[in-house]
Nanobody, 124 residues
């Protein structure tokens, strides 16, 4: 499956932004989807994950209450809606997919497919 992330940009502290990830080349509903991010000089970290049908989600502590992951299997797209953005949310955001994962909270190494990333910059 191929993943194409989009929607990143520059936003002020406290603002909102949504990023999306369109999948092609596979049966989208077969894949657990995740969002990860990587800030300069830091390791890639889990942000949110969603089950194949969308009924189960999981979030990093830093994202709970501010970010929402959801998917539209008819459109082969997963979204990450972000509110209350902080400077520490500045990173390249990556979507990831895996057909065999059982958990919606997984390490980056467990995902097989990755999008190219989209940059989110939160300015103060």
């Amino acid at each position: 499956v191929q993943l194409q992330a989009s929607g990143g940009g520059l936003v002020q502290v406290g603002g909102s932004l949504s990023v999306s990830c369109a999948a092609s080349g596979g049966t989208f509903s077969n894949y657990v989807m995740g969002w990860f991010r990587q800030a300069p000089g830091k390791e890639r970290e889990f942000v949110a994950g969603i089950s194949r049908g969308g009924g189960s989600t999981d979030y990093a502590d830093s994202a709970k209450g501010r970010f929402t992951i959801f998917r539209d299997n008819a459109k082969n797209t997963v979204y990450l809606q972000m509110h209350g953005l902080r400077p520490e949310d500045t990173a390249v955001y990556y979507c990831a997919a895996d057909r065999f994962l059982r958990n919606t909270r997984s390490y980056a190494s467990e995902y097989e497919y990755w999008g190219q990333g989209t940059l989110v910059t939160v300015s103060s």
